[in-house]
Structures are given as structure tokens and as C-alpha cells.
């Protein structure tokens, strides 16, 4: 049954208040190095292996979403719906996390195209996960940030605080149609995990597995910029994600400068861009609300969390 936004936010907050011992972070690994990723553009042929395996490694947690929508109060909150446009590979969507950039660029006089796979950058200090207001998205310790879809409203706050826009929502589907479906959010958002239950499990992302061309490299992140330094001073290289955003787990080398490489691209919704990247989480007003908004989201997490497992447990009793 639905319920008002006013009833829903009063329950939210007394009952993350009263919750928030359970609003431990997630449970970290002594001394767990933080995994970086090298991208070397230069191997890169976009033939698509890492764009199929993604899909396929991650289908089973794509979105199925219920139809009709209900109808969102403001009315200004519009529908986001890929469930009819799945085979969409050529930008990010909740059902693509990887997807092939293409870049007309001038190597010693000749123009040539260079290709890459986009997906989250993986910040060092995200402010996705740092932002969220309901605790939905999280770090691992080993770098890997993640939205939990059981807890995620589709607010879209992560979106509209990550430098490249790289979380997309799709309506119909997630906690808010149990909660409040006119008022919490709009659905769920999805974005690259970095196939983190293969890498708890020691095995490497299914992007990485499938390259038959050896592009991606993961690794500790120090080693990872190691070894992009030496790639870059070898070839005449540049950098992209060392510092970009305050540093990521995502680092691409390429022969050409990436101010070229942006200029060669088609940016937009759904395909980020490329240009140099201040640090979000370094300004006042981003640290400032990080602090306020931890707590709460800690607690608001807990809450979510809950009531979904009781909402699972109530329609499991009354299925049975």
C-alpha cells in the first residue's frame, strides 16, 4: 500500500534514529590494497569482447521492471525507461555498464581512430557513495564502489554528483514502488561494480577475462600507476584518472593527450567525457555535507535495508 511522503519521511527518520547502531560501514579487510585498473588505449580495437561479457556476467542483475509506472508527485520527476531498449551498447544504461568510446584523433600527422571501454571511474574518494543521502551507495576496501539495489530510492543523487554522470536509473523497479511510489524516488540506479563478486571470489573482472587483447590490467593501485608512468614515459603518453576527481581506480594511458581525445568523442547523456577533473569531494561545501549527510544516511541505509527484508518476509508469508 501506498503511503504519503509525509508518513514515509517521519517513519525514515525515527526509525533510522532509533537504528543507528545497526548503521555499521561496511565490514573492511585489514590491510586490503585498493585495486586499480590500467587501460592501455593503445591495444584497444573495439571489438566489443568486454561490452558482450560484461552483459552476460551482470544480466542476472539487471533491472525487470513493473508496468504501469505509477505517477510521480512532482510531476517534474520523469520516467526513466530502458526495459524496451536493452541492446542499446553504445553508452551506459541500467542494462549496458560498459560500452565502447570512439575518437577520431592525429597520430605524427595521420588521423586515426582510437577506442576505449567507459565505465565508472571507481573515485578514490567518490562522491557518489560519500553523497548519497540514503546510504545506498558503498565502497568496498579494495576500492570497488557499488549502489545496493535492495536500498536505493533512484534519487539520482549520485548521478548529479559524479563528474561524469555515470549512474543511470531505470523507473518501475526497487524499494520505493513497496514504500512510497508517487513520492521516494523513481526507481533504481545501476553502474559498473567492477564485477565485485568475481574479484572477492579471486577471479578478475569479466571485462578483463574476455579481452583477447590484453587492454586492462588490475592490480594494486600503486603498482597500476607504476606501470602506467613507465607505459606513458615509453610511448610519449599521457594520463587520465591518476588525479582526476582527486585520484581513481580507473587509469587510462594513451598516446595522444586526453584534451585531443575529448575533442574526438561523442559526449552526452550516457557517455562521459573526458576533460580534466577538480577534486568534487575537496570543496568546503561537498566536505560540509558529506559530514551531515553521513550519519543520516548511515541510519537511513539501515532502515531501508530492513524494511525491505520485512517486506520480502511479509510477501513470502502471505505467497505461502
Not at 12 to 32: C, D, F, N, R
Not at 47 to 60: M, Q, Y
Not at 133 to 146: C, D, E, L, T, V
Not at 253 to 273: K, Q
Request: proline letters at 8%.
Amino acid at each position: 500500500m501506498a503511503v504519503s511522503r509525509r508518513v514515509f519521511l517521519k517513519g525514515t527518520l525515527t526509525a533510522a534514529a532509533a537504528l543507528a547502531a545497526a548503521a555499521a560501514p561496511e565490514a573492511s579487510a585489514a590491510g586490503e590494497a585498493s585495486l586499480a585498473t590500467l587501460i592501455d588505449i593503445r591495444k584497444c580495437v573495439g571489438c566489443g569482447a568486454c561490452v558482450e561479457a560484461c552483459r552476460e556476467a551482470n544480466a542476472a542483475k539487471f533491472p525487470e521492471p513493473q508496468k504501469p509506472f505509477p505517477k510521480m508527485f512532482p510531476s517534474r520527476v520523469k520516467v526513466s525507461d530502458w526495459s524496451e531498449r536493452r541492446e542499446v551498447d553504445d553508452r551506459l544504461t541500467p542494462y549496458n555498464w560498459l560500452f565502447i568510446q570512439h575518437a577520431r584523433v592525429v597520430i605524427d600527422g595521420r588521423e586515426r581512430e582510437l577506442t576505449l571501454p567507459r565505465r565508472c571511474m571507481h573515485c578514490v574518494n567518490p562522491p557518489c557513495v560519500k553523497l548519497c543521502p540514503w546510504g545506498a551507495a558503498k565502497q568496498s576496501p579494495n576500492g570497488i564502489s557499488r549502489i545496493d539495489p535492495e536500498i536505493c530510492l533512484g534519487g539520482s543523487k549520485c548521478k548529479s554528483v559524479c563528474p561524469w554522470d555515470i549512474p543511470q536509473r531505470q523507473t518501475g523497479v526497487g524499494l520505493y514502488l513497496k514504500l512510497a511510489p508517487s513520492f521516494a524516488g523513481n526507481g533504481v540506479m545501476y553502474k559498473c561494480d567492477r564485477c565485485g563478486e568475481r574479484v572477492a571470489a579471486g577471479q578478475l573482472p569479466a571485462c578483463i577475462e574476455a579481452c583477447p587483447e590484453g587492454v586492462q590490467t588490475i592490480g594494486p593501485r600503486e603498482e597500476i600507476i607504476a606501470r602506467a608512468h613507465a607505459i606513458a614515459r615509453e610511448i610519449g603518453g599521457c594520463l587520465y584518472g591518476e588525479t582526476e576527481n582527486g585520484g581513481t581506480n580507473t587509469i587510462y594511458v594513451s598516446p595522444v593527450p586526453f584534451e585531443e581525445l575529448n575533442r574526438g568523442i561523442e559526449t552526452g547523456d550516457g557517455r562521459p567525457h573526458l576533460e580534466s577533473v577538480p577534486d568534487a569531494m575537496d570543496e568546503a561545501n561537498r566536505l560540509a555535507s558529506a559530514l551531515l549527510i553521513a550519519p543520516f544516511a548511515g541510519m537511513a541505509g539501515a532502515f531501508l535495508r530492513l524494511a525491505s527484508r520485512g517486506q520480502e518476509r511479509r510477501e513470502k508469508t502471505h505467497g505461502d
